[in-house]
């Protein structure tokens, strides 16, 4: 079934009529395809990646790439919303098993004051310090006791090397949620990780930030082992310790030898394929900086690393290649072409055996100067729970704990402080120039009134429905429908909800009892909603992927649609009207698109009479503290709560003029 039909039967049944050779959906499925948001931001996104590949064609000696691997780390770092100061690890062995020629110590430590990471140790029965490599988990519920995890650890420790594995958040033995028995809310990992991401994108961090650190504190800890070598220190993971692994080995000169598993790939590759991953597998604005995937290896250039891959992986293996590719020409210009390398094993996304042999070739090469073969073999594992360090199972059961929604709920009650200040000595017109910027919000002098499009009109019993098309110079059209009753009144509602432009708009709903006062009403479809929207909403998560794409782009999914209320709201006031005499526009919004329209009442209060915001939140600050913050993803603008909150939109909007009601 297509989706205009889908959109025909939605329309039946919202509105209560039986609709006869008649729809309510105003763009063609050639439109859909080609000028909807999702592709307006990936030709966006590959015009951007252009750029960052002819800075890179520039990169010609030793000075320039030194120059370059400056500028994109101190971005990376700032983006991710700086590092904390170190503090005591506190490590402890909880438990250790003896295997036939290493051991295994389940260990804790601290990466923050009462913020544990869980471990298991693999050492070989060795009597000289020897190199360590540090094993970041994957997207695995069970995370370091998951059997490939296991088997990075034991195949370092056949082979002469310390492994540290150790869970990540929303993982393992660290779930960041629990429910009522004491167990992981939610079985997919990821989902926790977006959820830290809601909260950590509005104060200005990243969850790859929490994540970087932990695995930081997990070189620290490694480091200081006396059976380990601080100077011989090797980094690996496979999939979102791919990830981690590419964010360290770029951040972290400690990390001599590095082999990130089943991740690199280059932004063009997986916007043109499965589309952005995880929360922390994106980085505000990176795309739009210039920093690709490969600029993860070449930010450590000329240290050694191995890309390990699989040819049938959802990353995709034409990007590895091309990312290698790049690494190569860099390390040949500073003199040190065997310093990286790539290995493609057949199969699907994972470790397999051969990849792992190769990973422990290259460590054993760069870490004990030995190029003996390493053979690919089955390796057995144990049960997991022999690896468990907490008889609970979770290190939120100890005694004052922190999750990361209580340390960003921390920082954001700082932030707090730091915005009453800024907003008492800074005049409110500035203000607003600063949301606008940070919103990528631009000013009347910069935009220009939306034309439109008049798609014909549909017949009610005591009201004609009008089908619009705005097109505004962002390039997104816009579908719209006006309300109209037999004779309007002057003023006219602009009416914005989460559904876009059907919402509440059935049979005795809130839109037909403003016709029935004589109100004009107009709804929209903001950009990614209704028919514009790709498909893929998560009632958690919202549309994650165009999120992530307009993220990566620097430009925060609210900012676009605000300038999509913007223009409806001038399409509303100015529809054959004066520029110098525009009707009164009231202004509704409903859940998420209320966050919307507050933002529009606050940059051009003089547009609207009255905003009605419905089911909306009062604060971003609340949703930092929600560890469910259900829907709230694509409304998130990052770094928001160090300059505003929702309040302060309400002061330039007008209290006397904005009323929340809530159902």
């Not at 790439?65 to 971005?75: G, P, V």
């Not at 310790?241 to 972290?252: E, F, H, P, R």
């Not at 030995?370 to 690919?376: H, I, K, Q, R, T």
């Not at 006006?482 to 009416?495: E, I, M, N, S």
Request: glycine share 8%; with cysteine; hydrophobic share 35%.
């Amino acid at each position: 079934m297509n989706r205009i039909v889908l959109a025909l039967l939605t329309v039946s049944v919202l509105f209560g009529h039986q609709v006869v050779g008649q729809e309510l959906t105003c763009l063609t499925e050639d439109q859909l395809a080609n000028e909807g948001l999702y592709a307006h931001l990936q030709q966006q996104a590959y015009a951007a990646l252009d750029r960052r590949t002819t800075a890179y064609e520039q990169l010609k000696t030793p000075g320039q790439i030194r120059t370059y691997q400056k500028k994109l780390r101190e971005f990376f770092v700032n983006q991710l919303g700086g590092f904390p100061e170190r503090t005591p690890l506190n490590a402890r062995t909880v438990r250790t098993i003896h295997a036939d020629g290493y051991r295994i110590e389940n260990v804790i430590f601290d990466s923050l004051p009462n913020h544990h990471i869980t471990a298991n140790l693999y050492l070989p029965d060795t009597a000289s310090a020897v190199p360590g490599v540090v094993v970041s988990s994957g997207h695995s519920r069970t995370a370091k006791t998951a059997d490939y995890n296991q088997r990075f650890g034991i195949m370092m420790a056949r082979n002469g090397m310390a492994a540290l594995c150790f869970d990540p958040i929303g993982q393992g033995e660290r779930s960041q949620i629990l429910n009522a028995d004491g167990q992981p809310q939610y079985q997919g990992t990821t989902t926790e990780h977006f959820m830290v991401g809601v909260g950590s994108i509005l104060v200005g961090r990243n969850t790859a930030r929490y994540r970087v650190w932990d695995a930081m504190r997990a070189i620290d800890y490694l480091s200081s082992r006396p059976e380990v070598d601080a100077d011989r220190i090797g980094f690996s993971g496979c999939s979102g310790g791919g990830t981690v692994t590419s964010y360290v080995m770029a951040l972290d000169d400690r990390v001599a030898c590095a082999a990130p598993a089943c991740y690199l790939t280059t932004f063009r590759q997986l916007i043109e394929t499965i589309g952005p991953q995880d929360a922390e597998q994106n980085i505000f604005g990176q795309i739009a900086f210039g920093l690709d995937h490969p600029d993860y290896v070449l930010l450590r250039a000329p240290k050694p690393t191995l890309i390990s891959s699989t040819t049938g992986d959802f990353f995709s293996i034409a990007g590895a290649w091309e990312n290698y590719r790049q690494a190569k020409r860099v390390y040949a210009r500073l003199g040190f072409p065997e310093r990286v390398d790539l290995v493609e094993v057949e199969g699907k996304h994972g470790v397999h055996p051969q990849n792992l042999a190769t990973i422990a070739h290259w460590m054993k090469r760069w870490l004990l100067d030995s190029d003996e073969p390493v053979s690919a073999v089955e390796i057995e594992t144990r049960p997991p729970n022999d690896l468990l360090c907490l008889e609970s199972g979770q290190v939120l059961t100890l005694p004052n704990e922190r999750s990361v929604f209580d340390l960003n709920a921390e920082y954001e009650s700082e932030l707090a402080q730091q915005r009453k200040e800024l907003w008492k000595t800074t005049p409110h017109d500035q203000m607003a120039d600063r949301i606008r910027m940070l919103l990528g919000v631009r000013s009347n002098s910069e935009s220009k009134p939306p034309q439109f499009k008049d798609l014909g009109r549909v017949q009610r019993d005591n009201y004609h429905i009008d089908k619009l098309v705005l097109r505004t110079d962002f390039g997104v059209p816009l579908p719209g429908l006006t309300f109209h009753p037999p004779v309007p009144v002057d003023d006219a509602y602009l009416y914005l909800h989460d559904s876009g432009k059907l919402g509440d708009s059935g049979a005795d709903g809130p839109i037909e009892k403003l016709i029935d006062e004589g109100y004009a009403v107009v709804t929209l479809d903001l950009s990614g909603q209704g028919e514009t929207a790709t498909g893929k909403r998560d009632p958690l998560l919202t549309d994650w992927k165009t999120y992530y794409l307009s993220y990566l782009l620097g430009k925060p999914l609210l900012g676009i649609r605000v300038e999509d209320a913007l223009a409806a709201a001038d399409f509303v006031a100015y529809y054959q009207k004066k520029r110098d005499a525009p009707r009164k526009v009231h202004l509704v919004g409903v859940g998420q698109a209320g966050i919307v329209a507050l933002h529009a009442a606050a940059l051009h209060p003089e547009l609207f009479t009255t905003v009605t915001l419905r089911n909306t939140p009062r604060s971003w600050a609340s949703v930092v503290r929600q560890k469910t913050p259900t829907g709230q993803l694509d409304s998130t603008v990052h770094g928001a709560l160090k300059v505003y909150d929702l309040p302060d939109l309400v002061r330039l909007a007008g209290a006397d003029k904005v009323r929340f009601e809530d159902e």
